[in-house]
């Protein structure tokens, strides 16, 4: 087996928000579990894991302030990126669910990418690969 991203952690304010933007991108990812840590350090947070059987993220309550923007220097998650199946279709639900595009991902023949950042300033990119060839979704000197 190959080694693989099984999850990551975001600390949030308000997950249900960061939940609906997640699922509204992709319908198929759904919230497989979710739980209440009475004393996470001096708070009780609720967790949720978002995604599928194989991948999700971790959308944790209890967090205070924003997200570092990402067009900042500062050590901290830039992004998290996640594959849909048809990046158009992805837009057109989170326009409907009354997000905005923050920017385009560049130009490539094998790929097309869309951001967002939701209200807590954390950025998702929701990208679409045409090609089911590694060394053409993985080319980076176009």
């Given at each position: 087996?190959k080694?693989y991203?099984?999850?990551?952690?975001i600390?949030?304010?308000?997950?249900?928000?960061?939940?609906?933007?997640?699922?509204?991108?992709?319908?198929?990812?759904?919230?497989?579990?979710?739980?209440?840590?009475?004393?996470?350090?001096?708070?009780?947070?609720?967790?949720?894991?978002?995604?599928?059987e194989?991948?999700?993220?971790?959308i944790?309550?209890?967090?205070?302030?924003?997200?570092?923007?990402?067009?900042?220097?500062?050590?901290g998650?830039?992004?998290?990126?996640?594959?849909?199946?048809?990046?158009?279709?992805?837009?057109?639900?989170?326009?409907?669910?009354?997000?905005?595009?923050?920017?385009?991902?560049?130009?490539?023949?094998?790929?097309?990418?869309?951001?967002?950042?939701?209200?807590h300033?954390?950025?998702?990119?929701?990208?679409?690969?045409?090609?089911?060839?590694?060394?053409?979704?993985?080319?980076?000197?176009?």
């Amino acid at each position: 087996m190959k080694s693989y991203v099984e999850h990551a952690n975001i600390v949030v304010v308000d997950p249900e928000h960061t939940i609906h933007l997640l699922t509204a991108a992709a319908p198929d990812w759904q919230v497989r579990g979710s739980g209440v840590m009475d004393n996470w350090f001096g708070k009780t947070v609720t967790w949720y894991h978002v995604g599928t059987e194989d991948t999700y993220v971790t959308i944790q309550g209890g967090g205070e302030g924003e997200a570092t923007p990402w067009t900042s220097h500062l050590t901290g998650l830039k992004h998290l990126g996640i594959v849909v199946e048809n990046l158009d279709e992805a837009i057109q639900r989170l326009e409907e669910a009354g997000y905005s595009i923050d920017h385009f991902g560049g130009d490539h023949p094998h790929r097309k990418s869309a951001y967002y950042v939701d209200k807590h300033g954390l950025e998702f990119e929701f990208v679409e690969y045409f090609s089911e060839r590694p060394e053409e979704r993985n080319d980076y000197t176009l």
